[in-house]
């Protein structure tokens, strides 16, 4: 590849990189006022979904990433809230749903596709479809400070997650997760705790029943 060309090329992405920035920016900025709180220097990339944006707040230094879907649901009986915390970042197409409460604390880590969410839909009517069922399991879902939850995480309601924990990818969280732990697998388990005794394996595929 010649010079020209490959200057060309980088100067091509650097173009790209400011506009996707700039677009994210301004529409953030012109975005703000009507969520419960938008804190400085942060940013919604562009495509997103919002709903109930009234009552999300988000604080400072907080990144969304492309494709998320950010939504807060009210009906008879409850109107959930969002809060995502400072410094946070979000990948990409995450989902965070609340209808009661979702609290996502300072400098969490979001990888790709994670999706967390404190209702789940009613399913045992056999005469109605999902769809037409609303929800059930309406629990407050809290991620504390610091956490790290890998690609394709489901947290479930109910769930809390302490300060510093980690949830290893296509981890599906049913139960709390204690502070500065590492939890893995479908249903998730813990299998180590930072700085203190480690807990026991998980045993070989094999031998799992």
Known sequence: MSRARAALGRSAVGCYRLFVRARAKTFSTLTAGAFASFGRRSMLELPIRLVGEERIAVGDDVYVGAGSWLQTLEGPGYAGELVVGDGTAIAGSCVLSAAVSVRVGRRVLFARNVYVSDHIHAYEDRTRAVLDQGFDRLEPVVIGDGAWLGQNVVV??????????????????????????????????????????????????????
């Open 156 to 209: 479930c309601p109910g769930v809390t997650i302490g300060c510093g924990a980690v949830v290893g990818a296509n981890a599906v969280v049913t139960e709390d997760v204690p502070a500065y732990s590492l939890a893995v697998g479908a249903p998730a388990r813990i299998v180590r705790r930072f700085g203190v005794e480690e807990v026991a394996p998980l045993p070989p595929a094999a031998a799992q029943t």
